[in-house]
């Protein structure tokens, strides 16, 4: 019996192929869009649309030629969604485009293959879109160019972007605000500010007004090169041109100021925001609140705080992060975990960087057992730990001594699939260098180097003071020969270990010439020498007697823009006194008071001692009274004991 087309078959799957025509053309011969779209959803629950497909294509094209994009797109789409259940990308593209190229007839517009390429992209299936892009004769219209572009931005592929561009554009295409907000876009992710702002001044030239999203891209990109001043400048053209900026712009260049630590600036911005009637959000008071934590401006923190909570605005875990890592960084511990309370009594999860926060903050402490507990905590709460929380809760045993418990944490960290990093290796080199057990140190190190993980700067600097403090120069000097060779630069702590070093093994001459090869000043202009370089060498030279060496390294010290410290004059001053240079020693004393640096009590006996030699009995009773005052009994070996722990 043959069914009508009012009466569709009942047979969900093979519908006969005159029947599936006649549906096709009922479509196709509606009077307007809503009669063909209520006919194709009646028949589409009885016939099965991803094997009888002519119906698809003739309520796509009927809803085209009706300029119901949108209807069209989300039919094709779905269609798609359903085909690639069972086909690759490639033949799903290929069916669907078939299907639409076989119905071509008087109601065919290229609009149809637009629309393909618009779902197409928007299902992020790029290639694909392309590919249609590539097959049809005339450029499709501006909508769908858009939106290809805005795929090709989104996944990442911006050669293909830029040929497209170039294709449309070649071929009578005209950019919109929207194909230049798409470009300005790929540029900002590219990082190509240059390439953004060229693109912005053409399409202004071209009197396409910017929207705000372009205006905002644009400042978003220059405030992240930190590039504030032209961020400024496009800010104030906003206003000129009478483009509102949006919470985005305002918060885009807070953050650009908070990165700089430009914090009044930041605190101006976000007061104009306020000014200007907008209302800040989570995002604002987060960049504010980390800014100011990082900056020491802990009390703003707190109040600003205080303030997001009293207009409404809920902190999530990274305002509450923020905090908490203020005051762990000023050893306010018991603030930190009375903010974890808090969070947790009002539903704000901790997340693995609290935790990982909170347990550096107590191991810093000395609060190893806390750390420990808290450790444990999450993983009873199902918080999974990363490098970061084992790396510190290590440091936390490695500084306690506890090395056996660091070490076995790090085998912990392995079993759970975590891999060390150099701060993990470095960490543990640290803790057995401390200790004095370069066995142990180097064994780490080897077993560093076997899993690929390039030892830094801060190893190698560990590892040759581990080796001095033993006595080992000859090791010491081997890693500083194979460190060089890595292509590892050493930097000024290196240098001090190495001169300290080699002066108390003797190696006075050795050590010179290293300082006179670092105290030369680098590409940068500065120097891999710090007073700390200095104080060692001036030492080692003063008690091997050698004063003019000694001479010569304070004044290249100070040529070199480095500042002595009080030790650094204690050594100098008892140097000349041992060789009574009391002329020196007295150049020496008011030259420190010139510089504001008062002496100590050590250094308060070594001049007590050399004034009352000279006869300048006034003075010397002066520094006698001084030293009676606070206490001390002069000794010359205390002396420098006290001022001087590696001296000896």
């Known amino acids: 019996m043959r069914t009508s087309a009012s009466s569709p078959s009942s047979s969900p799957c093979a519908a006969p192929s005159d029947y599936v025509s006649k549906l096709t053309t009922t479509i196709l011969n509606s009077n ?115 939106a290809l572009l805005d795929g090709l931005v989104k996944a990442g592929k911006f050669s293909s972007l830029w040929e497209i561009y170039g294709d449309m554009v070649s071929r009578g295409a005209v950019p919109s605000v929207v194909t230049y907000g798409t470009l300005i876009d790929a540029c900002c992710d590219q990082g190509d ?21 372009v ?6 990109t220059l405030c992240g090169e930190g590039k504030m001043s032209e961020a400024e400048d496009l800010f104030r053209t906003m206003g000129e041109c009478r483009v509102l900026p949006n919470l985005y712009t ?55 705080f205080a303030f997001m909570t009293k207009i409404g605005v809920t ?6 992060n923020c905090l908490i890592d203020g005051h762990c960084k000023v050893g306010d511990i018991s603030e930190a975990l009375s903010l974890l309370t808090k969070m947790e009594k009002l539903n704000v999860i901790p997340d693995v960087f609290t935790c990982s926060i909170l347990i550096k903050g107590l191991c810093d ?23 970061v929380t084992y790396n510190s809760l290590i440091g936390g045993y490695c500084k306690d001594g506890k090395m056996e418990k660091a070490l076995k944490l790090g085998s912990e960290m392995m079993e759970k699939g975590i891999e060390p990093n150099v701060l993990t290796f470095s960490t543990l080199i640290h803790g057995y260098c401390e200790e004095g057990n370069m066995e142990a140190a180097m064994g780490i190190f080897s077993e560093m180097v076997i899993k690929w993980v390039s030892p830094d700067v801060v190893t190698y600097t560990d590892l040759i003071n581990g080796h001095f403090r033993i006595g080992n120069t000859m090791a010491a000097l081997q890693l500083h020969k194979e460190m060089l060779e890595a ?51 001036i030492h080692g030279f003063c008690k091997d007697g050698r004063i003019l060496e000694a001479s010569k390294v304070f004044s290249d010290m100070r040529c070199c823009g480095l500042r002595p410290d009080v030790v650094t004059y204690l050594i100098f001053i008892q140097g ?35 004034y009352q030699e000279t006869g300048d009995v006034g003075s010397a009773l002066t520094f006698l009274d001084d030293l009676v005052i606070s206490g001390h009994e002069w000794s010359e070996q205390v002396c420098l004991q006290q001022a001087v722990p590696w001296a000896t």
């Open 365 to 387: 402490v000395g609060r190893v057992d806390d750390a420990e507990s808290l450790f444990l905590k999450m993983h009873d709460n199902g918080i999974l730990a990363n490098s």
């Open 32 to 146: 307007n869009p809503i009669e063909a779209l209520k006919f194709f959803n009646s028949i589409s629950h009885q016939i099965n649309i991803t094997k009888n497909r002519q119906p698809h294509s003739a309520i796509v094209i009927t809803l085209v030629k009706a300029k119901w994009y949108k209807q069209a797109r989300c039919l094709l789409k779905g269609l798609m969604q359903d085909l690639l259940k069972t086909c690759t990308r490639r033949r799903v593209c290929s069916i669907v485009f078939k299907d639409l190229n076989r119905l071509e007839s008087s109601k065919f517009s290229i609009n149809v293959f637009g629309v393909l390429i618009s779902a197409l992209s928007e299902m992020g299936l790029v290639d694909e879109a392309i590919w249609v892009y590539n097959k049809i004769p005339e450029v499709p219209a501006l909508q769908a160019c858009n």
């Open 193 to 213: 500010v240059e390439k953004a702002r060229k693109l912005f001044d053409e399409m202004c030239k071209r009197r396409i007004q910017p929207t705000v999203v």
């Open 215 to 220: 205006y905002t891209n644009m400042i978003r």
């Open 315 to 320: 902190p999530n875990v990274f305002v509450y």
């Open 576 to 610: 000349h006194n041992r060789c009574r240079h009391i002329h020196d020693l007295m150049m020496l004393h008011a030259d420190m008071i010139k510089l504001g640096i008062l002496p100590n009590a050590p250094l308060h006996q070594v001049l007590h001692k050399a």
């Open 250 to 304: 305002y918060n885009s260049l807070i953050d650009g100021y908070c990165k700089m630590a430009n914090m009044q600036r930041a605190i101006e911005i976000y007061s104009a925001m306020l000014s200007n009637y907008m209302e800040p959000n989570v995002v604002t008071f987060g960049i504010l609140v980390d800014a100011m934590c990082k900056v020491g401006y802990l009390v703003l923190a707190r109040n600003l």
């Open 487 to 537: 292509g590892v630069a050493p930097n000024v702590f290196t240098t001090s270990c190495l001169i300290d070093g080699l002066c108390k093994d003797g190696q006075l001459d050795h050590a010179f010439k290293l300082f006179l090869k670092h105290a030369s000043p680098m590409d940068t202009g500065t120097y891999s020498v710090n007073h700390i370089t200095c104080t060692a060498l």
